[in-house]
Nanobody, 122 residues
Framework: QVQLVESGGGLVQAGGSLRLSCAAS????????MGWFRQAPGKEREFVAG????????YYTDSVKGRFTISRDNAKNTVYLQMNSLKPEDTAIYYC???????????????WGQGTQVTVSS
């Protein structure tokens, strides 16, 4: 079992930065690939970024490439999402999730956090 708790969301102006954190409990965290997803009002939840359980492989959706960076610290059971050059269209609830496989597919993820709101004003 893995329990996930996100933090770090908030209100920021366009062009600003935020760093999201996802703290995991459970002894199997280091064996899971981790992903960040987001869901905007009226839209489906979408993949944002993911990294493999060792952190060596990363994958980003095209709209955030060059602006967002996913990283993890297995010693701290924490995964991060550094978000720079934020745009109003990045406004959404952001969720972290854990999967036994390195994948951008939402149905591959077994464990989910409760989400943290990110709002980017223009």
């Amino acid at each position: 079992q893995v329990q996930l708790v996100e933090s770090g969301g908030g209100l920021v102006q366009a062009g600003g930065s935020l760093r999201l954190s996802c703290a995991a409990s459970g002894r199997t965290f280091s064996s899971y690939s981790m992903g960040w997803f987001r869901q905007a009002p009226g839209k489906e939840r979408e993949f944002v970024a993911g990294n493999s359980w060792r952190g060596g492989n990363t994958y980003y959706t095209d709209s955030v490439k060059g602006r967002f960076t996913i990283s993890r610290d297995n010693a701290k059971n924490t995964v991060y999402l550094q978000m720079n050059s934020l745009k109003p269209e990045d406004t959404a609830i952001y969720y972290c999730a854990g999967s036994p496989r390195f994948s951008p597919r939402i149905n591959e993820y077994d464990y989910w956090g409760q989400g943290t709101q990110v709002t980017v004003s223009s």
